[in-house]
């Protein structure tokens, strides 16, 4: 693509400048140089594209198409591939006032004026549609993402449908089958002490009661199946306190530290459980995703409520933090929060990780569970990513209008700085006599001559004579003006002329 790219400028090129070799080769050069940087160094081809504007002053004369189209391609590109906006501003910012001084420097002010509209409509605006592209691309892509995300989400809840169902499947076999299995057992084994019946059937009563018995374990291993798809049961004892968890996760190799705030009090089984888990989770993603980082548990108790806090810094070997839970642990953690009246939150922190919960000690259930969260990270993500494409359309009109109105203000101040200074008093011209001396009457002659004459027939130049031009009036916004005319055949006055601005 960027060959063909290529091949289509080099094509322009030589349409428009042929047979001016030189203009062609560095029309060649400038647009091999746009298509080379365009993709790595996106920001470094917007400054040559816009850069190529400039050629405009050294013929303002001749309609040159190549640079345009250099500069529209520069400005096309980097808006797809930079997301910052001061960085272009700062580009077209220098080459507009490159030109500007390029312009002073060769007596021709009037001519930026090709380069600043050039710029703003063959660099800025196309640096404006790349951008939208990219917001575009960026607003379709955080959609996929976020639809992408409710899949996942229907996928969970049809696997909690899921294991919910086989977990009642499972009571109700264990609390079914179980107890009637239970039931034959312990009839086989009644029957098995009963002397009165022979021994061969006394034999099959066991044989009856062992496999009794055999059926029940079958029951209970097929039982612990059927209650969950992967993870296995559960190792560490339920009971004990956040102190002891703490114990045995530091007793295990974990940099743990225990921080409590507040004096403990009568707080609630439901919450002082909550915490456990919460803790407990935490503890063990931390291991987890964050091998050998400090882990801090702080236990704050207030008047009102519990604030569990588990804090996680930058791991010092292995992967960056993950978020807490490669599945449901998160979720868990917020509904359990949610059933004991409180909330959770978690996230990034300082490189690290960390979870906060809040558990009241009086709490209700709140009515939206954590499955139901409206703040999730799609949403923030595409709610960002909106914001962006806001900003980028503000942009869109506020970049052309700032710098339309930079434009006008440059060009009044050099219309103002022209129409000063080369403005030629009446009394003055009226004081000049034929065969003075320039140097004798420089003094009373502007710094500068008028820029531009009147389009219409003048008077003919004397033999040999160098012409001046100065302005008859200040006025700023007049249309064709009258001049005065003063022509010097070797440093001496020979001629003073009115020129009229329109034919009379």
């Avoid at 560490?236 to 956040?242: A, D, F, N, Q, S």
């Avoid at 006008?408 to 034929?434: C, N, Q, T």
């Avoid at 027939?457 to 009258?482: K, Q």
């Amino acid at each position: 693509m960027d060959v063909l790219l290529w091949l289509a400028l080099v094509a322009a090129v030589v349409a428009d400048s042929a047979p001016r070799w030189s203009q062609v080769a560095a029309g060649v050069a400038w647009s091999g140089l746009v298509v080379v940087t365009g993709r790595r160094w996106p920001g470094w081809a917007l400054l040559v594209g816009a850069a190529a504007n400039l050629v405009q002053l050294w013929e303002p004369s001749e309609s040159e198409v190549w640079p345009v189209l250099v500069s529209a391609v520069a400005g096309l590109s980097a808006g797809r591939r930079v997301s910052a906006t001061v960085p272009a501003a700062a580009v077209f910012s220098v080459v507009a006032m490159a030109g500007l001084a390029i312009a002073a420097a060769m007596d021709e002010v009037w001519g930026w004026l090709n380069v600043a509209v050039t710029l703003l409509f063959f660099g800025v605006l196309p640096w404006l549609a790349g951008r939208y592209r990219q917001l575009r691309a960026l607003l379709a892509a955080a959609g996929w993402q976020r639809a992408e995300q409710l899949e996942r989400e229907r996928s969970l809840v049809a696997r909690e449908a899921r294991l919910r169902e086989r977990t009642r499947i499972a009571r109700d076999m264990h609390d079914s089958l179980g107890h009637e299995l239970s039931l034959i057992a312990m009839r086989a084994g009644a029957l098995e002490l009963d002397r009165g019946l022979a021994e061969p059937y006394r034999s099959v009563l066991g044989e009856l009661r062992a496999a009794s018995v055999e059926a029940t374990e079958r029951l209970r291993e097929i039982v612990g199946v059927l209650r969950d798809e992967s993870n296995p049961a559960p190792v560490e004892p339920r009971g004990g306190t956040v102190a002891e968890l703490v114990a045995r996760s530091r007793a295990s190799g974990a940099r743990v530290e225990l921080v409590t705030t507040g004096v403990a009090g009568a707080v609630p089984a439901a919450v002082d459980r909550t915490a456990h888990r919460v803790v407990r989770e935490a503890l063990t993603n931390a291991v987890k995703h964050a091998p050998g980082a400090a882990v801090t548990v702080r236990l704050t108790y207030g008047a009102a409520a519990l604030t569990v806090t588990v804090t996680n810094g930058r791991p010092s070997v292995g992967a960056p933090p993950a978020a807490v839970g490669g599945g449901q642990g998160l979720p868990g953690l917020r509904e359990r929060a949610r059933l004991v009246g409180g909330a959770l939150r978690a996230g990034a922190r300082d490189g690290g990780y960390e979870v906060v919960a809040e558990l009241p000690y009086a709490g209700l259930p709140t009515g939206r569970g954590a499955d139901e969260s409206e703040d999730s990270d799609s949403t923030r993500h595409l709610s960002q990513v909106r914001r962006a494409a806001r900003r980028g359309m503000a942009a869109a009109v506020a970049v052309p209008g700032s710098i339309g109105t930079v434009v006008l203000m440059l060009m009044f101040g050099i219309r103002g700085y022209e129409v000063k200074h080369s403005f030629l008093a009446p009394a003055a011209y009226d004081a000049l006599r034929v065969g003075q001396q320039r140097p004798d009457i420089a003094a009373q002659l502007p710094p500068q001559q008028v820029d531009g004459r009147p389009d219409v027939p003048e008077p003919p130049v004397p033999a040999g004579a160098r012409c001046e031009y100065y302005r008859v009036t200040r006025d700023l916004f007049a249309g064709p003006i009258d001049v005065y005319r003063l022509c010097f055949v070797d440093g001496r006055l020979v001629d003073k002329t009115v020129v009229a601005g329109t034919v009379r």
